[in-house]
Nanobody, 127 residues
Framework: QEHVVESGGGLVQAGGSLALSCAAS????????MGWFRQAPGKEREGISC????????WYIDSVKDRFTLSRDNAKKSLDLQMNSLKPEDAAMYYC????????????????????WGQGTQVTVSS
């Protein structure tokens, strides 16, 4: 079973960049799809990006496409989310998640009930 821990959140000005990382423990990291969800106050949690277990393919929600880049290093058991051109609406708690696959339906990541979650890292974007 994978245990994941996020890092890298913080405060950034609109238009700036921030990188989030997720470190995983467990022997089966390369058997999991990995990605990020976020949740802003008063809003539903939304999946924003998911990468396949091999790292060969990544999906992005439309609102972050062309601004965020997700990558993974299976040897290091790490996941990185590079966020550029940040907007105030990107401010949220960001959660790393490990799932068996990236199940994308209706433009949304349908994460499994038994997915693994981190504790979250806060991203604040000032306007």
């Amino acid at each position: 079973q994978e245990h994941v821990v996020e890092s890298g959140g913080g405060l950034v000005q609109a238009g700036g960049s921030l990188a989030l990382s997720c470190a995983a423990s467990g022997a089966a990291f390369d058997g999991y799809a990995m990605g990020w969800f976020r949740q802003a106050p008063g809003k539903e949690r939304e999946g924003i990006s998911c990468i396949t277990s091999s790292g060969g393919r990544a999906w992005y929600i439309d609102s972050v496409k062309d601004r965020f880049t997700l990558s993974r290093d299976n040897a290091k058991k790490s996941l990185d989310l590079q966020m550029n051109s940040l907007k105030p609406e990107d401010a949220a708690m960001y959660y790393c998640a490990a799932d068996r696959e990236c199940t994308i339906l209706g433009g949304q990541w349908r994460i499994a009930d038994n997915a693994r979650w981190g504790q979250g890292t806060q991203v604040t974007v000032s306007s």
